[in-house]
């Protein structure tokens, strides 16, 4: 067939290929073009680059320990960017890569071949060594924060649970506040405060949602960290504040700050304290009193911290008989109390210890966000090793993600809800021209305008780093990036002073 023929044969499938349809506005020709590379995930190019410049990405992807056998497998490379740009997207289950199969635009920007089935990422997944794995995405976790911790920070632990509808593998009952009695899976995590970014987490069958669970994973992370970048706190919720994590931590000379449960000791001790006039104002509507107690199973005393606040409004309040609904004005002094009792080694005074642990609160956010906006929710398989490695991966894009919203925004953090739509979601065209690759991107947000701005901001930034960081080899961008943040974050520039420390105090 001539080039005349081919034309026209082109012309006239294109022509069947338009379909006219009667939509609300009036009608409209539709095209369907299966030929043109596009992506609703235009503005994955600046990620990319961050990514490329950071030398994140290609570092995990050449370390991984995943080796094909046949030369007719997938590349390394298209399984690990296909799943990661699955949890980008904020999918949560493998069917939903097949949304992306078609998307060549986000395949090529990371430098994939093309996106692969579900099924591969799945195999590939079952065919890796669980510890090597493990142990491949906690290197890789770990980089991604290290840097960052020569800061005073602190150290959130906490369990969040999965609830499961299968017959998976460690799918048991135990600790689950939401829905009682239905198996799940216990995910124990550790979190740089502040910045919500993930230092590590392990996933546990339902029944192992103690604190004993906890420890041994605190202490493996603790004890990995130079002494230098070890946490200034270690907080937790009630039920992490036991004797063998206080004993662990004390042992190590790492200061820790742990609610305690309401048992019946700590009742008694809060019923003698309850006519003390030794209150003191803690902020935010709550008084406090400190004390020693040596609780049963503890080898020596420690200092707690006694909050209470009245309460207000409709109240349900306990006494030994019954439950009785209670309610309480405003403007008629309170009788009835919230407590909470807090177990620490520092030394500050009572309103600092308080609002060290409302500051707490904070690492739930990161729970809800990891849950409900990225894959912490699902990817679930039959075995417990893919939701081990899995919920790593999810980690790590999570802090690379976030790290590269605070890069573009470093004003304030962004949850993924939020930065997703504004910092990736457009419509990008490419095309290649006289051996140039093009991308055209047509955003669809509302503060379009103010987002490229931002984007533009932080290439230019990552480029005059990569300059200097060629001038300058000891200094990468990867640590000009940590450096950004660290200062925006905390108004000082804690990496330079740890590692030029002579240079800092003549300055």
């Excluded at 040596?294 to 006494?319: K, N, S, Y």
Aim: hydrophobic letters at 45%.
């Amino acid at each position: 067939m001539g080039e005349a023929k081919k034309r026209g044969a082109a012309a006239v499938q294109e022509a069947l290929t338009v379909l006219g349809v009667e939509a609300l506005g009036g009608p409209v020709q539709v095209r369907w073009n299966r030929g043109e590379a596009a992506t609703p995930f235009g503005q994955m190019a600046y990620f990319a680059e961050f990514l490329n410049l950071t030398g994140l990405y290609r570092r995990w992807v050449e370390s991984c320990p995943l080796r094909y056998a046949s030369p007719n497998g997938s590349k390394i490379a298209d399984v690990l960017g296909t799943l990661f740009l699955s949890v980008l997207a904020g999918h949560w289950r493998y069917a939903h890569i097949a949304a992306l199969r078609a998307d060549a635009v986000s395949a090529g920007l990371l430098g994939m071949d093309g996106i692969v089935a579900e099924d591969t990422v799945r195999r590939a997944l079952k065919a890796l060594d669980e510890d090597a794995g493990v142990g491949w995405l906690q290197s890789h976790l770990d980089a991604s924060v290290l840097p960052l911790l020569a800061a005073p920070w602190v150290l959130d632990t906490d369990v969040t649970v999965k609830p499961l509808y299968g017959k998976q593998e460690g799918a048991l009952i135990g600790y689950n506040p939401h829905k009682p009695g239905r198996p799940s899976h216990a995910y124990h995590t550790y979190q740089m405060a502040g910045l919500r970014l993930m230092l590590s987490v392990t996933v546990a069958a339902g029944n192992q949602s103690h604190a004993n669970t906890t420890l041994p994973g605190l202490i493996e992370l603790i004890e990995r960290l130079p002494s230098e970048k070890r946490p200034a706190l270690v907080r937790g919720d009630c039920g992490q504040g036991g004797e063998p994590t206080m004993a662990a931590l004390e042992a190590r000379a790492v200061h820790y700050l742990f609610k305690l449960r309401l048992t019946n000791n700590v009742k008694r001790y809060i019923e003698r304290s309850f006519a003390s006039g030794q209150w003191c104002d803690a902020g935010q509507g709550w008084q406090a009193q400190e004390g020693m107690i040596q609780l049963m199973g503890w080898r020596r005393a420690r200092r707690i911290v006694i909050l209470r606040r009245p309460l207000q409004g409709e109240v349900l309040l306990r006494d030994e008989q019954q439950l009785r609904l209670a309610f309480v004005e405003k403007d008629v002094p309170a009788k009835g109390y919230e407590y909470a009792v807090l177990v620490t080694d520092l030394a500050y005074d009572t309103l600092a210890i308080a609002q060290l642990y409302r500051d707490r609160g904070d690492a739930e956010n990161a729970f809800d966000e990891l849950k409900n906006q990225w894959g912490w929710g699902g990817f679930t398989t039959h075995d417990l090793k893919r939701c081990r490695l899995t919920a790593m991966t999810v980690a790590l894009a999570y802090n690379w993600w976030s790290l590269f919203v605070r890069l573009a925004h470093p004003e304030g953090r962004l949850e993924a809800i939020t930065s997703r739509p504004f910092l990736l979601s457009a419509i990008g065209r490419m095309t290649s021209h006289a051996g140039q690759t093009h991308l055209s991107i047509t955003p669809m947000h509302a503060k379009a305008t103010y987002a490229r701005a931002l984007l533009t901001a932080v290439s230019q930034r990552l480029k005059g780093w990569k300059s200097s960081a060629e001038q300058l080899p000891v200094v990468s961008v990867w640590q000009r990036v940590c450096e950004f943040i660290a200062t925006h974050v905390t108004g000082f520039n804690w990496l330079a002073a740890r590692s030029e420390p002579r240079l800092m105090q003549r300055t």
